[in-house]
């Protein structure tokens, strides 16, 4: 593989698992230095272990994208080890799936704290090393949820304020050399996605199959479909593409 992040750093938070660990390892089998925080210590532990094995440069922490002062900490540890904070990549999301009148409070505070306020404290303290050091790159993982999903009014309404966020990001940071995109998976198979299966009370094969009846190039999406398009908006080469969102799912969405 290609040095493309050869002397950069990303940050990616929910980074453990399926589509996070997917785009750390692609960072990190491209040159670049890797961090992950994941409130998931044991998969944490796992990948950190898998990656160290592979000879990759990793800085993981048990840590809440909710917890600001977590963060904060993360971010500093991460550029006094490795010198920068390149690109962040705000992947860490949580689902509390209901219809709007089952919906509790709880449910609807856990989405928003993970996705929005988990971004804002991460992208808030990234942003002062980028804005630094002139570069970045941030990167909001969407999903086309936020075009509306029965059963979750909470999770469309977070992954679309990800990508007001995005582009507000844009405008904002632009002038400092950073960009701020936006990937919107469609159908992929995760963790998250069998859950989804358990909570409509199907198997996960027979959600696979009614999903790819609805996607025109006839596939599930996997973790490096995503990974693909991330590298793509962190590479210094996409310099003039910034405040955009690119959905990737298989075919187009509205």
Do not use: C
Request: proline fraction near 2%; glycine fraction near 10%; charged fraction near 20%.
């Amino acid at each position: 593989m290609k040095n493309t992040f050869e002397g950069r750093t990303a940050f990616v938070t929910g980074g453990s698992r399926g589509i996070g660990k997917e785009i750390a390892e692609r960072f990190a089998s491209e040159g670049a230095n890797v961090a992950i925080i994941d409130v998931n210590e044991e998969a944490l532990n796992e990948t950190a272990a898998e990656f160290t094995g592979k000879g990759y440069s990793v800085y993981t922490k048990n840590a809440s994208v909710t917890d600001k002062e977590q963060i904060e900490e993360a971010m500093k540890d991460v550029f006094e080890q490795f010198g920068s904070v390149d690109i962040l990549v705000n992947n860490a999301g949580v689902i509390r799936d209901n219809m709007l009148f089952k919906m509790t409070d709880e449910d609807w505070l856990t989405v928003m704290d993970v996705h929005l306020k988990g971004a804002f404290y991460a992208t808030r303290a990234a942003q002062a090393y980028m804005t630094q050091n002139k570069y970045g790159r941030i990167i909001n993982i969407s999903s086309t949820s936020a075009l509306g999903n029965r059963g979750q009014a909470n999770y469309a309404t977070a992954k679309s304020g990800l990508q007001g966020f995005t582009k507000t990001l844009a405008i904002e940071l632009g002038k400092f050399g950073i960009t701020a995109n936006s990937v919107a998976p469609g159908f992929i198979e995760t963790d998250m996605t069998k859950a989804t299966a358990e909570r409509i009370g199907i198997s996960f094969d027979e959600l696979i199959q009614a999903s790819v009846s609805n996607i025109p190039v006839n596939r599930s999406g996997k973790p490096a479909d995503i990974a693909n398009a991330v590298a793509f908006f962190a590479d210094e080469r996409s310099s003039f593409v910034s405040g955009q969102v690119l959905y990737v799912a298989g075919g187009p969405k509205n």
